[in-house]
């Protein structure tokens, strides 16, 4: 059996795709760090009661995380193995436009919230904004897949949709912001 600890990071340090080693405090190791911690939260809100489309998408989403993730921990751009494609982010466009069609328009900030649900994808997407500054960052001193930085940005536009649409299903109505 293979044991899950190494202990070759004890030393501070991990691996990356390729066998280069580098500091846990790489910018890179904290851009796919928080990815993680996106698709972790996402296994929270899979663990309530969604409706089957909703849970399918977000299992999707887990998914293609996980190449983001692969593909953040890969500095060697000619290895196009586990790469962020247009077709993802396409993906995420389309699911975008379909649920909402669900909605109103609104023309307001809205408060997070709503069930324990909509609540949960709304932490997610506050997690994606913040994964999406780690990739932006690390885009600014080093070559990344460009791709990854614009499907982590729509990702958050999707989380957003999805908990108005749990909300909505549920007959909770959005909470405006007040000033």
Known sequence: MVKIYTRTGDD????????NRVRKSSPRIIA???????????GIA?????DTDI????????????VVGADLANPDLKNIANRVTDDMIQFLESSIDKLELELSPISYFILPGGNQMASQVHMARAISRRAETCIVYLAEIEEINKTCE??????????????????????????????
């Open 12 to 19: 501070g340090s991990t691996g990356l795709i390729g066998g």
């Open 32 to 42: 796919y760090g928080a990815v993680d911690e996106l698709n972790s939260s996402l």
């Open 46 to 50: 899979l663990s309530l009661k969604l």
């Open 55 to 66: 849970a399918d998408l977000l299992t999707k989403i887990q998914n293609d995380l996980f």
């Open 150 to 179: 614009i499907y982590i940005n729509r990702l958050a536009d999707l989380f957003f949709v999805i908990a108005r649409v749990i909300n909505k299903r549920k007959t909770i109505k959005d909470i405006a912001w007040k000033k």
